[in-house]
């Protein structure tokens, strides 16, 4: 059984920086693109980025551009989320997810797998 598990999340002032893990287990790591979503209180889940299987293609929304990388490491079934400039409004659960489709601006409903989150705390 597929699982995924996020880490890295706690509180971080306005301005610093997190980084994101997620282990996957029960699948196979390299025949999916990864990605990360977002989910504030009171609002719905949304796109932050994602990587193909191979790493060599990346998408992210807008909103992180510059700021956000993503990677993964392959060997280690893991996929990372270096997130810098952190601001308040991104506040929120993040969460780790598993795609057979392509790298781009992905839709809650269309992935294959999720983790239960990590909480980002980012105080003003």
């Known amino acids: 059984q597929a699982q995924l598990v996020e880490s890295g999340g706690g509180l971080v002032q306005a301005g610093g920086s997190l980084r994101l893990s997620c282990a996957a287990s029960?699948?196979?790591?390299?025949?999916?693109?990864m990605g990360w979503f977002r989910q504030a209180p009171g609002k719905e889940r949304e796109f932050v980025s994602a990587?193909?299987?191979?790493?060599?293609?990346?998408s992210y929304a807008d909103s992180v551009k510059g700021r956000f990388t993503i990677s993964r490491d392959n060997a280690k079934s893991t996929v990372y989320l270096q997130m810098n400039g952190l601001k308040s409004e991104e506040t929120a659960v993040y969460y780790c997810?598993?795609?057979?489709?392509?790298?781009?601006?992905?839709?809650?409903?269309?992935?294959?797998?999720w983790g239960k989150g990590t909480r980002v705390t980012v105080s003003s």
């Open positions: 997810a598993a795609s057979r489709g392509a790298v781009g601006q992905w839709r809650a409903p269309g992935m294959a797998y």
């Open positions: 990587i193909s299987w191979g790493g060599g293609s990346t």
């Open positions: 029960g699948l196979t790591f390299s025949m999916y693109a």
